[in-house]
């Protein structure tokens, strides 16, 4: 056997712990431990990811979705960093009844992608000039992502995050939205109401303010429109929401 044949059939054997790769192994007892630090290995990496899901859940249930997950979707990226992308998915199918589950797992995955994405420093309203408002597009920083929610998960998720006793589930609002973005070196979330996840998609994709008004006031009636519009501008710049608000060349 080849170098390689040996080292892709350890692979296969990590993976599906199979006894005819174990036997091209050389089998024996001491292989076994290899196969016990491989999935530790994951356990660990998992349970560090989605720590708060993991006090949800409890130990126990925790690791035997973890185990699971190892069955179904086995590493595949150089870095663990990145191996419980599709775990919130994979929890969802677990606890269907229970959105809160997914949302809780989808919490503490976004907090970790948002502590290491891109950096971008926050204008500060000091610096906001903008020559004219009607062509004005507002750039939110690369940082900020915007999921909907169905349940309280974000107040589960703090109160875990605290050390506190978390509230029972409950549904929330249709429409609410949970904004999660970094200020400073810092991730941060709050809830968002059904306007303003519409004000920011559209601001996402490069629509003008003068546009985005015109969508609200069709919603709200044109002052409602102009006053929503305002206070959540001022709102995101005083929350380091806001990249830049520049002027767009017709």
Not at 79 to 96: K, M, N, R, S, W
Not at 121 to 141: C, F, G, K
């Amino acid at each position: 056997m080849t170098l390689l044949a040996m080292q892709r059939t350890f692979r296969d054997w990590l993976v599906t712990s199979e006894d005819a790769a174990a036997e091209a192994l050389g089998g024996g007892h001491g292989t076994a431990v290899y196969q016990n630090n491989y999935r530790i290995a994951l356990v660990s990496s998992l349970a560090e990811t989605f720590q708060r899901l993991a006090l949800w859940l409890g130990n126990e249930a925790f690791e035997v979705a973890a185990a699971r997950y190892i069955d179904a979707r086995p590493p595949s990226s150089w870095t663990l960093d990145a191996y419980g992308e599709d775990f919130t998915a994979f929890i969802d199918g677990l606890y269907p009844d229970d959105p809160e589950v997914a949302e809780l797992a989808f919490i503490d995955w976004t907090v970790g992608q948002v502590f290491v994405g891109s950096d971008a420093e926050a204008l500060r309203p000091e610096r906001l000039a903008v020559a004219d408002w009607e062509t004005a597009v507002i750039h939110p920083v690369p940082s900020l992502l915007v999921m909907p929610i169905a349940t309280n998960a974000d107040v589960i998720w703090q109160a875990l995050a605290t050390g506190e006793n978390p509230p029972p589930a409950e549904a929330v609002e249709q429409g609410t939205a949970l904004l999660v973005w970094r200020q400073g070196l810092e991730p941060v979330f709050r809830r968002a109401d059904a306007y303003e996840r519409d004000v920011l998609a559209w601001s996402a994709t490069g629509e003008g303010f003068a546009t985005i008004c015109e969508r609200l006031a069709a919603m709200l009636g044109e002052e409602a429109a102009v006053i929503t519009a305002g206070a959540l501008l001022g709102r995101w710049l005083v929350e380091e929401m806001v990249a830049t608000v520049r002027s767009r060349l017709l």
